[in-house]
């Protein structure tokens, strides 16, 4: 697989002059107002060739910023909703997903990682860019029996009642083909789960504690059941609980065919706060990387 991917060059830095860039430029690369007011920018461009030829038999290649003016690092990525993607990530999606599809073989795709991690959210995502159906395995269990939330699963009938509705749905699911899974952050304990989830390619979604936290006690812990029994405001008892929770599960974690770290996208992009990577952002890194593995 690695053979027929694409190749990557590294070029030199160079320097581009913002008065010939058009109001709004096309492709890969986009500046954003403030950049474009500079004279002139340097940047560190790196190339990826995709191995295809247009009608023309040209080859093509789509190019990605890395580094930007006085040696500050930006992104050629901004945050956009789904249904605003524009030229930079939605075509960035489509072409990388184009290189993955022939290799999937309709194999299912399964998110796994901590609550909060945005399984469902870029897991939707995902699914759209490589033509699957999306599937929630909390909402399987949900509607399997016949309530509204895991809260009230938990509830009623507790936790291992719970985790053995959760095995039933992915051994369905490990019968189907073409999906995006998320699954609950609690479905790597059991082994029997990976049993089911090696049929597909698993991808763990690994974003830091403090970030988890804040997304969690933005939203609050209601929907929570693991966290909502802890004492204090909602960031300290999200973070306390959360800390705990993935001392027990990250060596599971660790199964997962590939992993996707939001503390390395920032680190590539130039971000020094994980909060600024989007989810689109996120869902390109998990494509990249079920690449590397195919």
Not at 43 to 71: G, I, K, M
Not at 246 to 258: L, T, W
């Given at each position: 697989?690695?053979?027929?991917?694409?190749?990557?060059?590294?070029?030199?830095?160079?320097?581009?002059?913002?008065?010939?860039?058009?109001?709004?430029?096309?492709?890969?690369?986009?500046?954003?107002?403030?950049?474009?007011?500079?004279?002139?920018?340097?940047?560190?461009?790196?190339?990826?060739?995709?191995?295809?030829?247009?009608?023309?038999?040209?080859?093509?290649?789509?190019?990605?910023?890395?580094?930007?003016?006085?040696?500050?690092?930006?992104?050629?990525?901004?945050?956009?909703?789904?249904?605003?993607?524009?030229?930079?990530?939605?075509?960035?999606?489509?072409?990388?997903?184009?290189?993955?599809?022939?290799?999937?073989?309709?194999?299912?795709?399964?998110?796994?990682?901590?609550?909060?991690?945005?399984?469902?959210?870029?897991?939707?995502?995902?699914?759209?860019?490589?033509?699957?159906?999306?599937?929630?395995?909390?909402?399987?269990?949900?509607?399997?029996?016949?309530?509204?939330?895991?809260?009230?699963?938990?509830?009623?009938?507790?936790?291992?009642?719970?985790?053995?509705?959760?095995?039933?749905?992915?051994?369905?699911?490990?019968l189907e083909h073409r999906y995006v899974v998320s699954t609950g952050g609690g479905a790597v304990i059991q082994d029997e789960?990976?049993?089911?989830?090696?049929?597909?390619?698993?991808?763990?979604?690994?974003?830091?504690?403090?970030?988890?936290?804040?997304?969690?006690?933005?939203v609050g812990t209601k929907t929570r059941p693991l966290l909502d029994r802890e004492p204090g405001d909602a960031y300290t008892?999200?973070?306390?609980?959360?800390?705990?929770?993935?001392?027990?599960?990250?060596?599971?974690?660790?199964?997962?065919?590939?992993?996707?770290?939001?503390?390395?996208?920032?680190?590539?992009?130039?971000?020094?706060?994980?909060?600024?990577?989007?989810?689109?952002?996120?869902?390109?890194?998990?494509?990249?990387?079920?690449?590397?593995?195919?």
């Amino acid at each position: 697989m690695e053979g027929n991917f694409a190749q990557r060059m590294q070029i030199s830095t160079t320097w581009i002059d913002t008065g010939n860039l058009a109001r709004k430029p096309t492709g890969f690369l986009r500046f954003s107002g403030r950049l474009k007011e500079q004279k002139r920018l340097q940047v560190f461009v790196s190339a990826q060739f995709r191995p295809v030829r247009d009608e023309n038999r040209h080859r093509l290649a789509s190019f990605e910023v890395s580094r930007s003016y006085n040696n500050s690092r930006v992104s050629t990525l901004e945050s956009e909703s789904l249904q605003d993607l524009l030229d930079d990530e939605a075509l960035i999606l489509k072409n990388k997903s184009q290189e993955i599809e022939p290799y999937l073989n309709g194999r299912c795709i399964y998110l796994v990682g901590m609550m909060g991690s945005g399984k469902t959210t870029v897991g939707k995502i995902l699914s759209q860019a490589i033509h699957y159906s999306f599937c929630d395995s909390d909402t399987l269990v949900e509607k399997d029996v016949g309530v509204t939330s895991v809260a009230e699963i938990f509830q009623i009938y507790g936790e291992d009642f719970f985790r053995d509705k959760e095995t039933e749905a992915l051994e369905k699911l490990s019968l189907e083909h073409r999906y995006v899974v998320s699954t609950g952050g609690g479905a790597v304990i059991q082994d029997e789960n990976w049993t089911y989830m090696r049929k597909g390619i698993s991808v763990w979604l690994d974003v830091p504690l403090e970030e988890l936290a804040q997304r969690i006690a933005a939203v609050g812990t209601k929907t929570r059941p693991l966290l909502d029994r802890e004492p204090g405001d909602a960031y300290t008892k999200a973070f306390r609980r959360l800390s705990a929770l993935f001392e027990q599960r990250y060596k599971a974690y660790e199964n997962a065919n590939a992993r996707v770290s939001l503390e390395n996208i920032a680190a590539k992009l130039g971000y020094k706060d994980v909060s600024n990577i989007t989810p689109p952002m996120i869902a390109i890194e998990a494509i990249e990387q079920i690449g590397n593995i195919l």
